[in-house]
C-alpha cells in the first residue's frame, strides 16, 4: 500500500481546506516545495497534488509549482481543474506522473475514454462523494450519481486508478470512512486510493488490513493529519509497506 502525503495549494501556498469549503483555510507553508521536500527525505516516492485554485476556477493555476516540486524527484498525482486535452497535457509536461480527471469525468465519458486510450496509466479518475452521491466543481454541487456506479463505468472506460474522497471526512480528522470504501473497492476493479479522514496511525493500520483483502486499495491520502502532527509519516510508510 502506498502513502500519498497531500500538498494542496491555493494562492501559491500550501494550505488544507476543511470538507472542502473554500473560506475554511489554513496555511500550512507559504512555499509548496518546502513540505515536497521533507516528504521526499523521509522516503515517500509518491505524493498528491491538488491545485485547488483550478479546481475552483476550472483550470490549473499552479502548474510551475508543480514543476518545482517535480524537480525534487518525487512521483506526483496532479488534479484540480484538468478538463480539456491541454490542460491535462499541460500537467503532465510539467511534471505530473499521473494526472486525476474529476468534474469533466461526470459529465464526458468519451474524454475520458480518449485521454486513457492516449495517456494509458496516467489517467485517473477522483471521485468525491458526499453521502454515496458523486460531488463536483470543488464539492459545490452534489449530483444524483452514485459514486459506486461511476467507479464502475469508468473502470470499463480502462481507468486503472481512482481517488475516491469522502466528503464527510474530509480534514475533520476523524477516520476514513470504511464501509463507504469497502463499498467502493467491491464494486470495481480500478485501483482505489482511499482520501480523506486519516487522523492517526490506527486509520492506516486498518487501511492496511483492509488491503489484505482487497487487493485493489493502493493507496491512503495523507493530509492534514501530517500537518497538524498527529502523525509520523516515516511511521506510516513503515505500517505501509508490510
Request: hydrophobic share 45%.
Amino acid at each position: 500500500m502506498i502513502i500519498y502525503p497531500a500538498i494542496d495549494i491555493k494562492n501559491g501556498q500550501c494550505v488544507r481546506l476543511k470538507q472542502g469549503l473554500a473560506d475554511q483555510v489554513t496555511t500550512y507553508f507559504p512555499d509548496p516545495t518546502e513540505p515536497a521536500r521533507a516528504f521526499s527525505s523521509t522516503g515517500a516516492a509518491w505524493i498528491h497534488v491538488v491545485d485547488l485554485d483550478g479546481a475552483f476556477d476550472g483550470s490549473p493555476r499552479n502548474l510551475p509549482i508543480l514543476h518545482r516540486i517535480a524537480e525534487i524527484g518525487l512521483k506526483i498525482q496532479f488534479g484540480g481543474g484538468l478538463r480539456d486535452a491541454e490542460t491535462v497535457q499541460a500537467a503532465l509536461a510539467a511534471g505530473a506522473s499521473r494526472v486525476i480527471l474529476g468534474t469533466k469525468a461526470t459529465s464526458d465519458e468519451a474524454f475520458v475514454a480518449r485521454m486513457v486510450q492516449e495517456h494509458g496509466e496516467k489517467i485517473a479518475v477522483g471521485i468525491d462523494a458526499k453521502d454515496g452521491l458523486v460531488a463536483v466543481k470543488g464539492w459545490v454541487e452534489v449530483t444524483g450519481l452514485r459514486a459506486t456506479t461511476f467507479a464502475a463505468r469508468m473502470a470499463e472506460l480502462g481507468v486503472c486508478t481512482i481517488i475516491y474522497t469522502d466528503i464527510a471526512t474530509d480534514g475533520m480528522l476523524k477516520g476514513p470512512n470504511l464501509p463507504a470504501l469497502e463499498q467502493m473497492l467491491q464494486f470495481t476493479p480500478a485501483n482505489i486510493i482511499a482520501s480523506g479522514g486519516v487522523s492517526r496511525r490506527e486509520d492506516i493500520l486498518q487501511l492496511q488490513q483492509l488491503s489484505q483483502s482487497h487487493a485493489n486499495l493502493d493507496g491512503a491520502i495523507v493530509g492534514k493529519a501530517l500537518y497538524e502532527k498527529r502523525v509520523n509519516l516515516p511511521d506510516l510508510l513503515q505500517i505501509a509497506s508490510h
